[in-house]
């Protein structure tokens, strides 16, 4: 017979395999009880959107539409993509579903998005963010409670060190103007920029505020700060969401190089990152962005939000020990198998969030004893002729000091819990 290559992932696209999963329910089950307690609600939306929102939304000389979208046409031609980002979703299903006529809009989403970006450590194709976007509230105290959201996530985490750089771009307006001033300060020097620096100067000269390379990072220290073209009600606005944040407690640093990569923030923008993770150091990251609704056919809504990236903070959130199920229940001989279902539908019903697995398959009580064990399991729950007979069941200890107990089938329930003694004698 001739041998198939066997299937391989796509580069980039991960499995999550089952020794991971709990670590991630882990975190996904705080973040959703941090958001709950704090008024979000959960918002579910397509991995697929066309294409033009995208676009539309992030911008034409952004990383993620020149070079990373996942683009395809569907059988009826659609320039269809999908989802970089979940920001654009929430924007297009709030206006489609007219969610702002409800009131303020708190939402969260988690999910998978998709860049074709060069894959490493911290940086895969198809990646999972968690965020929030909150539709609706113009003023500071905005930033100060998506701030404190994020800080609150970190704490419910146990996680510390995190680092919190926060700047402000001022309308779209004053970001445009300041634009202009950027283009007359490094034009002159455009030849002593690396290449792909003079392309963004070319193309989107903001992003060289955030540029690592060495000529242009020496020429932005004589560079006129972004801070000169405000207006004073964008210096009000971000002293005042200054003030606000160091009330809520959250520890930051001004950064006034942070720029982000999309270009529908407006005013704040920030980003967490931790000195643990490397090069890929952004763990979230986010802003304002306050006529993106509007410019996208909507009503005048500012908005504001923020996403994490899941892989890069499982990275960083200790993982919980992994523990094996409370008891498995071993049937020896085909009547015992049969009465093993029954007893298994009551102990689940009985005993809710304990885990109570079958033995499956064939074996000798000697093999199925290895295999329970080897799953971790605290006890064995065994039935066989002899104890279908007595109506007793045999329960073995397998952690701690080891010991057999015989319990009557009416009270395996209790017992389990640790509710009666059984009775050694028997
Ligand atoms: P980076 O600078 O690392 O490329 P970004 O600015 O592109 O990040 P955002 O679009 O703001 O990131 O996404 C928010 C968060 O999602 C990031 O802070 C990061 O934690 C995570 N993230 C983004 N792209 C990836 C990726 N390709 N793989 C894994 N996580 C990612
Ligand atoms: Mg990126």
């Not at 103007?177 to 002159?188: A, E, K, S």
């Not at 992003?207 to 242009?216: Q, W």
């Not at 923008?269 to 996208?296: I, K, M």
Request: glycine content about 8%; some cysteine.
């Amino acid at each position: 017979m001739k041998r198939e290559t066997p299937p391989a992932h796509v580069r980039g696209m991960n499995d999550l395999l089952p020794r991971e999963t709990p670590h991630w329910q882990h975190i996904e089950r705080v973040a959703r009880e941090v958001f709950r307690r704090a008024g979000y609600r959960e918002i579910r939306l397509p991995l697929v959107e066309e294409a033009a929102l995208f676009v539309r939304c992030i911008g034409e000389a952004t990383d993620i539409v020149e070079k990373e979208m996942y683009l395809f046409e569907d059988r009826n031609g659609d320039r269809l993509a999908l989802r970089p980002e979940a920001t654009a979703g929430c924007v297009r299903a709030v206006i489609e579903h007219h969610l702002e006529r409800e009131g303020i809009q708190r939402l969260w989403y988690a999910g998978p998005m998709f860049r074709h970006e060069r894959p490493q450590k911290g940086r895969q194709r198809q990646f999972h963010q968690i965020g929030v976007e909150v539709f609706g509230i113009p003023t500071p105290d905005l930033e100060a409670e998506l701030l404190l959201l994020s800080d609150e996530l970190w704490d419910a985490l146990g996680l510390t060190g995190l680092v919190l750089e926060i700047n402000t771009l001022g309308t779209a307006a004053e970001r445009e103007q300041y634009r202009n001033v950027l283009l007359d300060y490094f034009r002159p020097h455009r030849g002593e920029l690396e290449p792909d620096d003079a392309r963004r100067l070319d193309r989107n000269p903001l992003r060289l505020l955030d540029s690592k390379s060495g000529p242009t990072r020496a020429l932005l220290e004589r560079a006129p700060p972004l801070a000169d073209s405000l207006g004073p009600d964008s210096r009000a606005h971000w002293e005042r969401v200054l003030e606000l944040v160091t009330a809520a407690g959250v520890d930051y640093r001004v950064n006034p190089y942070l720029v982000r990569g999309l270009d529908y923030y407006t005013q704040t923008v920030f980003e967490w990152t931790s000195p643990a993770l490397g090069a890929q150091s952004a763990v979230c990251s986010g802003g304002r962005y306050d006529n993106l609704v509007e410019e996208l056919g909507g009503p005048p809504l500012p908005a504001m939000g923020w996403a994490l990236g899941v892989e890069r903070l499982v990275a960083l959130v200790p993982a919980g020990r992994s523990e094996g199920p409370d008891a498995v229940v071993i049937p020896l001989g085909a009547q015992a198998e049969a009465e093993c279902l029954a007893l298994l539908r009551d102990l689940h019903r009985m005993l809710p969030g304990r885990e109570i697995e079958l033995s499956l398959g064939a074996g000798s009580l000697k093999a199925r004893l290895k295999r329970a064990d080897r799953t971790g399991a605290r006890r064995a729950v065994i039935v066989g002729e002899d104890e279908l007979k007595r109506g007793v069941i045999q329960v073995k200890v397998l952690v701690g000091a080891r010991r057999t107990d015989f319990v009557p089938r009416a009270q395996l329930a209790e017992y389990l819990v640790g509710g009666i003694p059984a009775d050694p004698s028997q």
